[in-house]
């Protein structure tokens, strides 16, 4: 929950939040005993589909009979029949779609298995013709209870939809025992309402369950996200595009950079085992490509490639990225690579593409966005999804260098004509912590106010029975800097923070120096640390945040398992902490890391050791939820 604590009860309420961690198991399903209140939707008990519409050749059979349900190896299906498109193989395709019925319990229990492809082998729940649940098998033939809470949709019309769009090893999907109940066998993953699931980030971007994966129906990987993909800003709005697991790409808007709204998925991969892989995005303002249809609605058009790694394929939008169309010459070329980054290179008045492939990022370039042509200028020893721009030196807009950033996050700064890359810095660490990954930044800000701001993907184990996993890190605005090392990438979290601040507590003029440690308890459960030291050579300065362990000397820091040192003394450090991640950002992002958590314990608090450490000030923070409904 978002709702602030009280500090009395903070401590209580901490090991409570733990404890739900620990003890969410117990959600797992109970026995359901006969209740006559149940409706059933479909029991497949008949020889005919009844009311129900079936399209294409995969539901042509009819139910399948006990016998038959069991040469097939079906297993856990109820009675003397069950919907399965398996009778053919996995050949044909189809849907089948119940009539419309009031939904008139809390929940719709069902039995289920088959292929895990989500929007292809699927049953899905249709409330005024959109899809408002689904779900999939998980590659097995053992029927698995399942529900759905449809208490929000109470007195609406739904429809049931079994598809079958998938012609590939498990294109089929099995199903039974569809019912409304109030007392479902198992009960879905999760009961907390959205965004105020008890480990759910509070300012972070994070999925919501669109689709259900079961890749393993005891570790439900429900709300999964991993490489960002084409961040873009447009007519006043910064999108967000995501990788699942190369199924589709997740979609988000913001006006601000930090609430964000989830629209449905902006497009799906072709077929099963296809992929929709990581790519980007751009706008083509003078229709270059002729995909648009007059210079006042420009095409957005998304590049990304095909599981294959050398299928180069676009999908674009014409209505501000609420719907897209897959180009109908798909692919546009072959190349043995993958993870296309393109932007527009004004000097040369062409297109271009970073692709990688083979530890090498290719260069291409293009007048069309449809026809590339290889310059033979690779960069050697290179890993994964490229992100490249400019920026000016130290604010001077006359001296500018582009950056190259690696999908590990390493970066090098040099200078680029439109067709080669020359490094001139070795490269360094955008950032030393361990949950950093598959970077971005937004493309399109000189239509906006020009910031070049940079997100990552918070690659990292997951969170114990949430309906989610995996997140976004705070949007960071980047600037190059001369330091006594040289250039130096710089990152610091966007301004639009401040949006989210509350009554801060603070402390100045403090000396640490071993003794109790300086014990901070500010209201809520999500925090912004913001503070000026004076650290001496010989102490060390330790921020335990919820079990983490933070270490800070004058001149390095030790976060998340790794050590770096700093070019400069640590004067200013700033930390935010959110249920389950900690970034730390010091001297104004001269270095920072981006750290996955599970909160270990309550509390938050400062320790000094070896010699004194100065606090000229220190300010906490508590900051507003990002979400709806949320205070």
Known sequence: MATPWKRENMKTKSALLILMVLCASSLMPSVRAADSQDIIIADFEGDTWGDWKATGDAFSTGPTHADLARKLELENFTGNGV???????????????????????????????????????????????????????????????????????????????????????????????????????????VMQPLYHETLRPQFHFTARQWTIDQLNPSQRQEGWLNDLNGLIYYDGEYHLFAQRWAKCWLHATSKDLVHWTELEPAFWEEHEGSGVQSGHCVVDYNNTSGLGNDKANPPMIAFWSRFDNHSQCISYSIDHGRTWARYEKNPIFDHPERDPKVFWYE??????????????????????????????????????????????????????????????????????????????????????????????????????????????????????????????????????????????????????????????????????NGGAPLVLEPQGDVYEIDAEVTIDPKATLSFDLLGDVLTLKSDSIHSGRATAAMANPIRQIHILIDRVSIETYLNDGELSSTHSILPMRSGLSVHADGAPVEIKSLKVYPLNSIWPDAK
Not at 117 to 137: F, P
Request: net charge negative.
């Open 83 to 189: 919907c399965t498109t398996k009778v053919n193989g996995d050949g044909p395709t189809g849907t089948l779609t119940s009539p419309p019925f009031p939904i008139q319990r809390k929940y719709i229990a069902f039995l289920i298995s088959g292929g895990r492809w989500q929007h292809e082998t699927c049953m899905n729940l249709l409330v005024d013709g959109k899809v408002v649940r689904s779900a999939t098998g998980g590659n097995n033939i053992h029927l698995t209870p399942e529900s759905w809470d449809v208490s929000a949709w109470a007195g609406h019309s739904g429809r049931i939809e079994i598809v079958d769009q998938a012609t590939g090893d498990w294109g089929h999907i099995d199903v039974d025992d569809i019912r409304q109940t109030d007392h479902p066998d198992r009960l879905p993953a």
């Open 347 to 512: 000097p040369g008045k062409h297109w271009v593409m970073f692709l990688y492939g083979n530890g090498q990022y290719q260069i291409l370039t293009s007048a069309n966005l449809l026809d590339w042509k290889d310059e033979q200028h690779p960069i050697p020893q290179c890993f994964e999804c490229p992100d490249f721009f400019e920026l000016p030196v130290d604010g001077n807009a006359q001296n500018r260098k582009w950056v190259l950033i690696q999908g590990s996050g390493k970066y090098s700064i040099g200078t680029f004509d439109g067709v080669q890359f020359k490094e001139e810095t070795e490269r360094l660490s955008c950032d030393i912590g361990p949950n950093f990954y598959a970077t971005q930044t937004w493309s399109n800000t000189e239509t906006g106010d020009g910031r070049r701001v940079q997100c990552a993907w918070m690659r990292c184990d997951g969170y114990p029975n949430m309906p989610f996993s995996q997140e976004i890190s705070f949007p960071s605005e980047l600037t190059l800097h001369s330091t006594p090392r040289g250039l130096r990438l710089c990152r610091k979290p966007v301004k639009e923070l401040e949006s989210l601040r509350r009554q801060p507590d603070v402390f100045n003029s403090r000396v640490l």
